[in-house]
């Protein structure tokens, strides 16, 4: 059996040590960076994707109105534009994730 996880999580980004805890239960285990990118068609978009995937986000602003969360997702918005806008108005930003196969000992 082939095991195949793709990890973004920051505790597990040391692959040295992801392989190692991973060889106590599988051998042949490899791990590999790759970029993956993220395109959103505008800063409205990438922020309705960032409300509905960040649970850390949603439990920052709980306590916030409406109002305010409005507003700081807004900022969010034009910020995401700014920094990660293209000439073509869509929003692109590189994310680097580690893939990590092994096979089951």
Not at 64 to 73: A, F, G, Q, S, Y
Request: charged content about 30%.
């Amino acid at each position: 059996m082939r095991l195949r996880l793709v990890l973004k999580t920051f505790s597990l980004a040391d692959t040295k040590k992801l392989n190692s805890m991973l060889e106590t239960g599988f051998t042949d285990v490899h791990s590999e960076r790759v970029t993956v990118t993220f395109e959103f068609t505008s800063g409205e978009d990438y922020t309705r994707y960032s409300q509905a995937t960040s649970p850390a986000a949603r439990i920052a602003l709980s306590k916030e109105t409406e109002e305010r969360k409005e507003d700081i997702w807004k900022r969010v918005a034009e910020q995401a534009a700014r920094n990660y806008g293209t000439d073509d108005g869509y929003i692109r930003m590189n994310t680097e994730s580690i893939c990590v196969v092994g096979t089951k000992s």
